[in-house]
């Protein structure tokens, strides 16, 4: 399958493991691309810190809508809103 690459500073939605939240969790976040790196993986980072694992683009989704404001969020096109 083809996904479209991400932009820097996109929004995206990140899906938790199942294996790493409990039934009260959310099953996902919303993050910012914040790097591409030379090796094709994505560094996101959320509002209160940079996520620690380096991400392929089939593991999060772009989002149509911005999260926390447009002040701070770039509005990617993609296939469907978070």
Not at 4 to 30: F, G, H, Y
Not at 33 to 44: A, Q, S, W
């Amino acid at each position: 399958m083809f996904y479209a690459p991400a932009l820097q500073e996109c929004t995206v939605r990140v899906k938790i493991p199942d294996v790493n939240r409990s039934k009260c969790d959310p099953q996902s976040i919303i993050a910012i691309v914040l790097e591409k790196t030379t090796d094709g993986f994505y560094r996101l980072g959320t509002k209160y810190n940079i996520l620690k694992q380096l991400y392929t683009r089939s593991q999060f989704n772009l989002c149509t809508v911005p999260a926390l404001g447009e002040d701070k969020w770039v509005i990617c096109p993609g296939p469907r809103a978070c």
